[in-house]
């Protein structure tokens, strides 16, 4: 009885450690150097960030590198995004389910950023360049420009491809009954094409009620 109860406490040990280090686990480990791309040669090791337009939007500019546009990432478990946000610009609530992001202000501010957790609690800050945060993998969150100058800031994500789900694209894209039900409205009260279709670029305006050098009530550098 004992040895069993041994073997059962083993066993649990063994397949709870191996639960746990599934659900921690990021990026696997690499498995090699690096995945050559031969037609480049070292110049694969090199991508301008901060020199490429990437994603632009009324809010601004996105610019990521990771494994689909710098492929030296491969199995390297990281990836870089580098943000330059207009006066109200904003990255638009978002999440990354495979990364947790770290965000590093470098000019401009204050840049406000936040996340829900899981209980529904906002959690806001306003960075001031030198500042960094986080956002927890997984978890819904946001930036944007309340300063008079752009925001330059620059984001690592410890995974090559991180993905990005934004959230009104996401929810714009249910049948209008089903998003209708979820928001507790009509299917004729909803504003569907208020919804961006595309991904999320930066949005932001005035418009918005977003006045640059202004944060909003409540929230304090
Ligand atoms: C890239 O941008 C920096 C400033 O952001 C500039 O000094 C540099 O000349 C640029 N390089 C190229 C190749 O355009
Ligand atoms: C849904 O809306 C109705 C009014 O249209 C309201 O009475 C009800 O409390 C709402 N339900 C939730 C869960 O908010
Ligand atoms: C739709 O909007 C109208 C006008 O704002 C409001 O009176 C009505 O309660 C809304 N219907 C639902 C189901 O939310």
């Known amino acids: 009885m004992a040895a069993l109860k041994g073997v059962s406490v083993a066993l649990f040990a063994l397949f709870g450690g191996a639960l746990v280090g599934f659900a921690a686990a990021a990026d696997p480990d690499p498995l090699v150097d690096f995945v050559p791309v031969d037609a480049l040669g070292d110049a694969q090791f090199k991508f301008a960030l901060g020199n490429s337009t990437g994603i632009v939007g009324p809010g601004g500019q996105i610019q990521p590198a990771n494994v689909i546009n710098f492929p030296a990432l491969t199995s390297q478990g990281?990836?870089?995004?580098?943000?330059?946000?207009r006066p109200c610009g904003q990255n638009p609530p978002h999440t990354h389910p495979r990364?947790?992001?770290?965000?590093?202000?470098?000019?401009?501010?204050?840049?406000?950023?936040?996340?829900?957790?899981t209980t529904g609690i906002p959690h806001l800050n306003a960075l001031m360049p030198g500042d960094v945060t986080v956002f927890p993998r997984g978890l819904v969150h946001f930036q944007q420009?309340?300063?008079?100058?752009?925001?330059?800031?620059?984001?690592?994500?410890?995974?090559?491809?991180p993905g990005v789900q934004p959230m009104f694209t996401a929810l714009g894209a249910f049948p209008a009954p089903v998003l209708a039900t979820a928001l507790n409205t009509s299917v004729a009260n909803l504003t569907?094409?208020?919804?961006?279709?595309?991904?999320?670029?930066?949005?932001?305006?005035?418009?918005?009620?977003?006045?640059?050098?202004s944060l909003p009530p409540g929230i304090r550098v």
């Open 192 to 213: 569907l094409t208020a919804l961006p279709k595309n991904g999320a670029p930066p949005l932001g305006s005035a418009a918005s009620g977003c006045v640059p050098g």
């Open 78 to 85: 990281q990836s870089l995004v580098r943000f330059n946000l």
């Open 99 to 117: 990364a947790s992001e770290v965000i590093f202000l470098i000019s401009g501010g204050p840049l406000l950023v936040g996340f829900v957790d």
């Open 145 to 161: 420009n309340f300063g008079t100058e752009n925001a330059i800031y620059i984001a690592g994500l410890n995974s090559q491809n």
